[in-house]
């Protein structure tokens, strides 16, 4: 076949019905549960060894003073990791739904990162350094390596998604010109 005639075949493929036949719009909504499925789930792995974590200093034995100064510091920082779970999880779910535009989610993960993961490091090192016990517990290094990881899935998804719903590195020239209803909508709104 000559590139024209390849062309005009792959043009016609694209258009619908045999668009959604080619499977195109599911993988756009099976890449979106994914990247949904991979955000809970690190959140939820993040907030349980938040816990765990607490639960283990709680049950130290050893310098009663250390877990008195670190004890309500701990427990909020696991309180407030549970709170922003809920959060991410409604967030998502109305993003899925498209009740919630891409760039308020990516503030959501934004403040997860900030306000939950990144002082759950910073009291367990602090923990960890006090209690000195030739290095740090296992059950603390779980809990640092999992609120990292979130932190760095939260920072991928920022990047993942512009906040017109498109992945960021493509451009509207490259998507096409087809336009929905909502785009024209918003276009008139602004």
Do not use: H
């Not at 019905?17 to 719009?25: D, S």
């Not at 994914?34 to 034995?61: C, G, K, L, P, R």
């Not at 990162?113 to 603390?140: F, K, R």
């Not at 979130?150 to 020239?173: A, E």
């Amino acid at each position: 076949q000559t590139g024209n005639q390849q062309e005009q075949k792959n043009s016609f493929l694209e258009q619908p019905p045999f668009a959604k036949m080619t499977g195109r719009e599911e993988l756009s909504t099976k890449q979106k549960i994914a990247e949904a499925a991979e955000v809970i789930t690190a959140s939820v792995s993040d907030v349980s060894t938040d816990w765990v974590y607490y639960m283990s200093v709680m049950n130290y034995v050893g310098d009663a003073d250390i877990i008195s100064r670190y004890e309500w510091p701990l427990f909020g920082c696991a309180v407030l990791s549970s709170v922003m779970l809920v959060v991410v999880l409604i967030a998502v779910l109305f993003n899925l739904r498209g009740k919630l535009s891409n760039g308020t989610l990516k503030r959501v993960l934004a403040i997860e990162a900030l306000i939950a993961d990144i002082p759950q490091i910073v009291i367990t090192g602090l923990i960890e350094a006090e209690i000195g016990a030739g290095g740090i517990s296992q059950i603390a290094l779980i809990t640092i390596v999992t609120s990292a990881y979130n932190v760095f899935l939260d920072v991928i998804q920022y990047f993942r998604l512009d906040d017109d719903g498109q992945p960021f590195f493509k451009r509207k020239q490259e998507i096409g010109s087809e336009r929905t209803e909502e785009e024209d909508d918003v276009d008139e709104f602004v």
